[in-house]
Structures are given as structure tokens and as C-alpha cells.
């Protein structure tokens, strides 16, 4: 545990709280976690700082999980089998990570969000009951939803990382035909599989602040069960409302970080 000030403390219980509550209701919390950990401990290695947001995100993830499963319809089978398939992806992106430059992956990714973001304003029944209710998902979209989304999105985590709660969220709604509140349970399950084996992997390198991980891990629960309860209450319009806020601000923040590399 390092050597922190009080007042820097609060502002990271704070953040973990937020980036919860952002988490549950459409995915991208460590937009605002990742940064935080970062300016709030500048000295300690990144290691740490990814092994410490690992440790945090997951107990979040995994409560948010469980409060979508009791009341929102969601095929827990189906979402493990992708989870499984995300969590082989984001090792064989890990895997090639070292080979590729996030200089030249920012920009594509940039334009893929922009599209995204253009495609849910101008589509806005995507994810709502009228949009989603095209009878039953067929064999040949679960595997797909499996392959293509689990295997695909878990090799871009693996490799890259930013943003992909938002991804999942998107991309199940629109393989599975999945309204934006069980796209965004679903992609729970999914991220506590591929947070999981992350946690593993940085806990055997003994490379977490287990300490300040559990205090932040209160507070990301707290806001990932609200933000969880609040998606659930208000329904596809809010959740969509939020995604365009988290894609924008995930677009920015790629655009800083290229302009500032």
C-alpha cells in the first residue's frame, strides 16, 4: 500500500463510485477509473495501477451481474458461453499487443466510435422493444454472438481495451437482438469472465494493492448496484442516453491521448 494523502483517497473511492455506477448502466467505467488511478498514483508502476483497476472493476461488474440476472431477462448460459469465448480472445490479443502501436489504432478506433454514436442517433428505436422484437435468436446468431462478439471484442480487450464494456453493449444488441438493458446485463456476465482471468494473471505477478483495491471495491459495488437498479427502473431510453455520453467522452479521450502522445 502506498503512501497516500487522505484527501486523494476519497477523490479514488469517489471515482470508483462513478465509474461503477457508468460501468453497469452501459460499460466504459475505466474511462474514469484507469485516469484517476493514474493521477492519483504517479509513482507506482502500471502495472499496479491495471492489476489494482482489475481488482476493483471486477467486484462492481460481478454485483451489477447479479442484480440484472434477478430481474432482467437475460440467457446466463449463452452469456457465460460468450464470456468464455471473450476471455480465449483477450489473451491472444494480449498476446499480439506487444507488436502494435495504440498511436495507429486510436484513429480507427475514433472513427468506428463516430460512426457508432452517428448510427444510435440516427436510429432511434436501436435497442428498444420495437427494435429487438423480431422473434426468436437463431442457432447461427448465438454462435455468432459467441465468435464474433466474445472471441472478437475479447481480442480487441487484449489488445487495446478502451471502451470495451461499450462494445459489448452494442454489438449484442445488435447480433442478439437484445434491448439495451439485457445487452448491458448480458455484457456483465461477459466482463466478469474476462475480468477474471485478467485478475488472475496480475494477482500470480503480484501486481494489485489488494489494500486500497478492497476499500475502492466498496465504493464501485455501491455505484455499480445503483447505476444497475437505475438502468433496470428507467429503461432502453435512459441506458441510450448514457451510451452516446460514454462514446463521446471514450472519443475524446482517444483524441487526447493521440494529440498529447
Known sequence: MPDISLTTLVVLCLAAAAAGWIDAVVGGGGLLLLPALLLGLPH??????????KAVAIVGTSGAAVTYARKAPVEVR???????????????????????????????????????????????SFGTAADTDKGAVTRARTIAAIVLVGGGIGFYDGLFGPGTGTFLVLALSAVLHLDLVTAS???????????????????????????LAALMAVFNLA???????????????????VLLVVVFSLVAKLAFDQWTA
Open 223 to 241: 455505484g455499480a448496484l445503483f447505476g444497475a437498479r437505475m438502468a433496470l427502473r428507467k429503461g432502453s431510453e435512459f441506458v441510450r442516453g
Open 185 to 211: 446485463a448480458t455484457a456483465k456476465i461477459v466482463n466478469v469472465c474476462t475480468n477474471a482471468g485478467a485478475l488472475v494473471m496480475f494477482a500470480y505477478q503480484g501486481s494489485v494493492l489488494w489494500q
Open 44 to 53: 507506482v508502476p502500471a502495472a499496479h495501477i491495471l492489476g489494482t483497476n
Open 78 to 124: 449463452t452469456a457465460v458461453r460468450i464470456g468464455l469465448a471473450a476471455l480465449a480472445g483477450s489473451m491472444g490479443g494480449a498476446f499480439f499487443a506487444a507488436g502494435i502501436s495504440s498511436e495507429v489504432l486510436r484513429p480507427v478506433i475514433m472513427v468506428v466510435l463516430l460512426g457508432v454514436a452517428a448510427f444510435v442517433m440516427l436510429r432511434p
